[in-house]
């Protein structure tokens, strides 16, 4: 089946820098890419989304890339917060409704 | 509330029990999935319902799960003669179907199940 790879799995970052987390897929076609937040004990909960025919779309603080020809799409957090620590995932739909999850991005926040 | 919803929220049970899990989804969803997540990885499908028709099953569940979803509406997951290695979180999640491939699913808290 199709894989997803997500890096880095750990980022740290200061309150208000930026935090940048990368997946890739390889083989096949996919028009939808989700992203979704899951913090500790909770579940995950969609933050942002971004469909094959847009190169980027942005939500506030949030935004994401996606590059067809590379096969790789990105999620970008600005000003980060504390209250922003958490596991991210991407997700992509190749040919079916089943999305592929990466393995997470848990990302820390320091004050 | 109006957001998929699980139950129980735990269960801790010994190798070799039955546990039966249960999920309400969202009433206007016709989709619903079943994942299991465990520490560190991303959530990871088992199975998929249209209605009340299970279309899609993944390769890695064993025959000692079964899901159904009688009338299309909630949905049960059991797992028979549990053992350790099934300890994981069991989410739940729904979407409804249109003209586009692309679906945002919708989670519910998950079912933590640990088997001693």
């Known amino acids: 089946g199709e894989n997803v790879e997500q890096h880095p799995s750990t980022l740290s970052v200061q309150e208000g820098d930026s935090a940048v987390i990368k997946c890739t897929y390889s083989d096949s076609a996919s028009n939808y890419f989700p992203w979704y937040k899951q913090e500790l004990g909770k579940r995950p909960q969609l933050i942002i989304d971004i469909r094959s025919n847009v190169g980027e779309k942005k939500d506030q603080r949030i935004a994401v890339t996606l590059n067809k020809t590379a096969k790789h799409f990105s999620l970008h957090i600005t000003e980060t917060q504390p209250e922003d620590s958490a596991v991210y995932f991407c997700a992509g739909l190749f040919g079916s409704y089943i999305p592929t999850f990466g393995r997470g991005t848990s990302l820390i926040v320091h004050p | 509330d109006t957001g998929v919803s699980q139950d129980p929220r735990h269960k801790i049970t010994k190798r070799g029990q039955n546990v039966t899990f249960r999920c309400d989804p969202i009433s206007e969803h016709n989709r619903l999935y079943w994942y299991r997540q465990t520490l560190g990885q991303g959530p990871e499908f088992l199975t998929y319902f249209q209605n009340e028709a299970q279309l899609e099953k993944s390769r890695l569940l064993s025959d000692r799960f079964s899901a159904e979803r009688p009338k299309g509406s909630f949905s049960t997951l059991e797992i028979q003669r549990t053992e350790q290695g099934d300890s994981a979180m069991y989410l739940c999640?729904?979407?409804?179907?249109?003209?586009?491939?692309?679906?945002?699913?919708?989670f519910g808290p998950g079912t933590r199940l640990l088997v001693l």
């Open positions: 999640a729904s979407s409804r179907s249109g003209r586009a491939l692309e679906e945002t699913q919708y």
